[in-house]
């Protein structure tokens, strides 16, 4: 089955600096990659995705790019600020455009500090 | 604005005892999961429903869970007779088949004594 590796494990940054969370997956058959963030006690929401037919997606502050080759992605968080601090975790399934399982990373804790 | 709802938020009970979690996925959502997170283990795929039969159990403990969907607005989790190993936050999350997109319940926080 698919295995999601996710690194790092806990990232501190100042106000304002850029942090960058990376992801690796095992299944070359993995064609969509959300990320969810989970603030302390409540639940995962999704906030950016990135199917394999795209290499980049930008949201704002927040952005997605896609290796297929290398089957890595990451997560890249510019101008950070301290409600950005919480628990991201990456995904990969192989949903065809249907809602499919995921399987999850480890998570990576970010604490942005003033 | 809306949303999945589980119930009940939290629950503390007693080795041996049964439990029942529920979960309402979104109207219209035609496929729901269900996801145990442990520090430990992380967050981890138990079983998944589409037009309500099963699709995918694998990842739960066959021996003490049961997933069912009654109908199309609710969803159930039962661990008969729980452990304190089953302590764990039990997600329930819903997404349609015409998006990839999957959307979280508040979870159910189970305590096994």
């Known amino acids: 089955g698919e295995n999601v590796e996710q690194h790092p494990s806990t990232l501190s940054v100042q106000e304002g600096d850029s942090a960058v969370i990376k992801c690796t997956y095992s299944?070359?058959?993995?064609?969509?990659f959300p990320w969810y963030k989970q603030e302390l006690g409540k639940r995962p929401q999704l906030i950016i995705d990135?199917?394999?037919?795209?290499g980049e997606k930008k949201d704002q502050r927040i952005a997605v790019t896609l290796n297929k080759t290398a089957k890595h992605f990451s997560l890249h968080i510019t101008e950070t600020q301290p409600e950005d601090s919480a628990v991201y975790f990456c995904?990969?399934?192989?949903?065809?455009?249907?809602?499919?399982?995921?399987?999850f990373g480890t998570g990576t804790r970010l604490q942005v500090t003033l | 604005d809306a949303r999945v709802t589980q119930t009940p938020r939290d629950k503390v009970t007693e080795m041996g005892q049964e439990v029942t979690m529920r979960c309402q996925p979104i109207?219209?959502?035609?496929?729901v999961f269900w996801y145990r997170q442990t520090m430990m283990q992380g967050l981890e795929l138990l079983a998944y429903?589409?037009?309500?039969?099963?699709?995918?159990d694998s990842g739960m403990p066959k021996d003490r869970f049961s997933a069912e969907m009654p109908d199309a607005t609710l969803a159930t989790l039962k661990i008969q007779p729980s452990e304190p190993r089953d302590s764990a936050v039990y997600f329930c999350?819903?997404?349609?088949?015409?998006?990839?997109?999957?959307?979280f319940g508040p979870g159910t926080r189970l305590t096994v004594l």
């Open positions: 299944d070359s058959a993995s064609n969509y």
């Open positions: 990135i199917r394999s037919n795209v």
């Open positions: 429903f589409r037009n309500r039969a099963p699709l995918d």
């Open positions: 999350a819903s997404g349609s088949e015409s998006r990839n997109e999957q959307f």
């Open positions: 995904a990969a399934s192989m949903g065809t455009g249907t809602a499919s399982k995921l399987t």
């Open positions: 109207l219209g959502h035609n496929t």
